[in-house]
């Protein structure tokens, strides 16, 4: 049931007489029949989803350089383009979409890179999918590589009407960077326009059924392990977003990712905002680059992690222990889980060490052939 068909549009007024008009009035029986379109919802609680009517529904991923943002968002339509149940331990719907990514944080060379790592984990037919529901604007291979707003308004609301031809049906976006689409993201004046002119490039667009796009925005974090610990207390209120706070402020969701302290394959996301659910818990991520999968880690700590992130220099509560760091116990001749944590004795505790030797074992560095007794793993892809 659509709420533009409960009123028709009054009679239009003489020039001599035109007036601004004004927004419908809707009573509580308006709404009460509303039936929520099926697959509102891409990635459960709310955290990415569409929204009814013609508006765009905006979302936030902030993370710090080099962190993994674009990955992330590309592992995750990926995973929903899949056809898997879940991703970083929230339900992923799996009804098809169109994926659409607009940005110039990545050259042609990444993006193969990315995509071929994600073929790996691909069945036959999920490769079709992929084929038919993903798209990545070639803004890279533009003379004029611009995608700041409102400059490029026309060019990126054709691009979008492009993708929908091509892929009929709700449309899934990801923007990469933000500070690429704004001319100053730390002027309040630019960045008002910017949204204005981003709600306007995806308003209304044919073809797409009931539901709005729903519209990824990836952004840069200020750096410092205060914003990491405070966006797993939900204290954040978008004061880790670097430059104006706009885009935080007319989101409705946020999603932060940051680094595992001593763990070069780990992630932590929480959610800093989630206007139309709970928020749910922080957690920890294992992540696979070799397939761009992501998914929940069980033994993750969120109060050692923020434990970890809130100690002052000299006063560490854990000190860093990556998997190179037990790889390399265990080919120094530690083989027993007792003697790789006694190495590290008073530098780190025993369930750090333990966390390193898990994801070891995960990524295949080492390989746990009893009980806690490990030896060398098949990829032994670790640094010298």
């Known amino acids: 049931m659509s709420l533009l068909h409960e009123y028709s549009a009054p009679a239009e007024p003489k020039p001599e007489e035109a007036q601004p008009k004004g927004f419908a009035l809707y009573r509580r029986s308006h709404f009460r029949d509303i039936q929520t379109p099926k697959g509102i919802d891409v990635l459960g609680h709310r955290l990415f989803g569409h929204d009814m009517g013609p508006q765009p529904r905006l979302h936030l991923l902030l993370g710090q350089g080099s962190i993994g943002k674009s990955s992330w968002a590309l592992g995750l339509a990926v ?142 974090s200020k750096v410092g392990k205060d914003f990491a610990a405070g966006s797993t207390e939900r204290f954040d209120g978008g004061s880790s977003m670097r430059g104006n706070k706009g885009p935080y402020n007319k989101a409705r969701t946020a999603l932060a990712l940051y680094p595992r302290d001593g763990d070069t394959t780990g992630l932590v996301l929480s959610a800093t905002k989630c206007n139309d659910g709970d928020l749910p818990k922080p957690r920890g991520l294992i992540v696979d680059r070799s397939t761009l999968s992501y998914r929940e880690d069980p033994d993750f700590d969120v109060d050692q992690y923020r434990a970890e992130m809130k100690a002052k220099p000299g006063n560490r509560t854990a000190a860093k222990v990556s998997t190179d760091d037990v790889v390399k116990a265990v080919q120094q001749g530690n083989r027993k889980a007792a003697d790789i944590v006694a190495s590290f004795k008073g530098r780190a505790s025993t369930r750090t060490v333990e966390n390193a030797l898990k994801t070891a074992v995960d990524f295949g560095h080492l390989e746990r052939i009893s009980p806690g007794v490990y030896i060398l793993g098949p990829t032994l892809s670790v640094k010298k």
């Open 79 to 220: 995973a929903q383009i899949r056809g898997d149940s879940n991703f970083c331990g929230f339900p992923l719907n799996s009804d098809p979409r169109g994926w659409l990514f607009i940005g110039s944080e990545n050259n042609a060379i990444r993006w193969k890179t990315d995509l071929d790592a994600a073929e790996k984990a691909m069945d036959e037919a999920a490769r079709e999918r992929l084929e038919s529901r993903l798209f990545v604007a070639g803004v890279f291979d533009a003379v004029d590589d611009s995608i700041t707003l409102p400059e490029s308004a026309q060019r990126l609301r054709q691009t979008v009407l492009d993708c929908v031809a091509l892929s009929p049906g709700p449309l899934c976006v990801v923007l990469d960077p933000w500070s690429d689409l704004t001319s100053d993201e730390l002027d309040t004046s630019s960045v008002t326009k910017t949204l204005k002119e981003l709600r306007a490039v995806f308003a209304g667009l044919p073809n797409s059924g009931e539901l709005s796009p729903a519209v990824l925005i990836i952004a840069h």
